[in-house]
């Protein structure tokens, strides 16, 4: 019913910049929270970044001042903008969504995507 599509990953040195996008599409009615995870080899999938449907963001201390998390709901998309990479930023990045559809408006369901990698290299 809803997809989210991840894309902007790939390879990049040390203090290097990607910005990460993630598109959502389908019978959404509208977008709650749209948040940016990341998750490393041997780890637990991690919260990098969320942002409400009116702009409030949150960042992960190990993120911050780094990394810009925005969207435009007019195109319901999201973005992750990535400076100052470090090597500890590899990982897969994986973005979710609260949504409420079209067909029942009175819940919100959680939508992920299928990740994009980010290697960053020394």
Do not use: H
Request: aromatic share 10%; net charge positive.
């Amino acid at each position: 019913q809803v997809q989210l599509v991840e894309s902007g990953g790939g390879l990049v040195q040390a203090g290097g910049s990607l910005r990460l996008s993630c598109a959502a599409s389908g019978i959404i009615f509208s977008i709650n929270s749209m948040d940016w995870y990341r998750q490393a080899p041997g780890k637990q999938r991690e919260l990098v970044a969320t942002i409400t449907s009116g702009g409030s963001r949150n960042y992960a201390d190990s993120v911050k001042g780094r990394f810009t998390i925005s969207r435009d709901n007019a195109k319901n998309t999201m973005y992750l903008q990535m400076n100052s990479l470090k090597p500890e930023d590899t990982a897969v990045y994986y973005c979710a969504a609260g949504v409420v559809l079209r067909t029942n408006m009175g819940y919100e369901y959680r939508y992920w995507g299928q990740g994009t990698q980010v290697t960053v290299s020394s």
